[in-house]
């Protein structure tokens, strides 16, 4: 019930004004979070709640699997807000084992207008054909590929024009790619990192390319 939730709402303002008087004042008048998180739709990976973050840490972007589509205003806006604006110094772009995006962009059915969202989700899946072709088990095999596309999409990101004018003017930012598992809440660093212009050049991490 959509009551439920005001009740809610309500004892949870009540509990922290109790624990702290100033702590709306406080928030009201400043946000000045560290992080940008780049995060997937799915209603159960919330960003503050699995990296135990409060309200005015992180400022969210989420879209279906996470994607970083550089023609996609929402998202440049939300960073560029985040990067000139907040000044934030780490980006994370995070995806999830389990992903409905990356099973919906591969089952091979039409599901309407989020199959030409989802296209680069298959784009990566055959560029990386061969190497997908050998896991057997069809959940590792999306779980791999949901990896790849978290590496992907921080490469992405960091060739966009607002990234790029960040770096050249010598401004601190890093880009993280982590993947969260629903089976047992724990997120792990992909090790796909960027942090300067002359690191777009390199070659993607191992998890963009799989050694199989």
Not at 61 to 69: C, G, K, S
Not at 109 to 134: T, V, Y
Not at 178 to 204: A, F, M, T
Request: charge should be negative.
């Amino acid at each position: 019930m959509l009551s439920d939730l005001l009740k809610h709402n309500r004892e949870w303002a009540a509990q922290r004004e109790a624990e702290d008087p100033d702590y709306f004042k406080r928030l009201s008048q400043l946000q000045k979070p560290d992080y940008l998180w780049i995060g997937c739709s799915d209603s159960r990976v919330p960003a503050n709640v699995i990296t135990g973050l409060e309200p005015g840490e992180v400022f969210v972007h989420r879209n279906v699997a996470n994607l970083v589509h550089r023609g996609d205003l929402n998202l440049l806006s939300v960073l560029e807000f985040a990067v000139e604006t907040l000044e934030v110094e780490n980006i994370i772009v995070c995806g999830h084992h389990g992903c409905g995006g990356v099973h919906a962009a591969m089952d091979g059915h039409r599901h309407g207008i989020i199959d030409h969202w989802l296209q680069p989700i298959r784009d990566i899946a055959s560029a990386n054909e061969g190497g997908l072709a050998r896991l057997h088990d069809q959940e590792e095999k999306l779980d791999s590929l949901c990896e790849l596309s978290i590496a992907a999409q921080v490469d992405s990101l960091a060739k966009t024009p607002i990234i790029q004018s960040a770096w050249r003017r010598g401004k601190k930012l890093n880009i993280h790619g982590w993947v969260y598992s629903l089976n047992d809440g724990l997120l792990q660093d992909l090790d796909c990192r960027r942090s300067s212009v002359d690191g777009l050049h390199q070659k993607l991490a191992h998890r963009a390319h799989y050694d199989f």
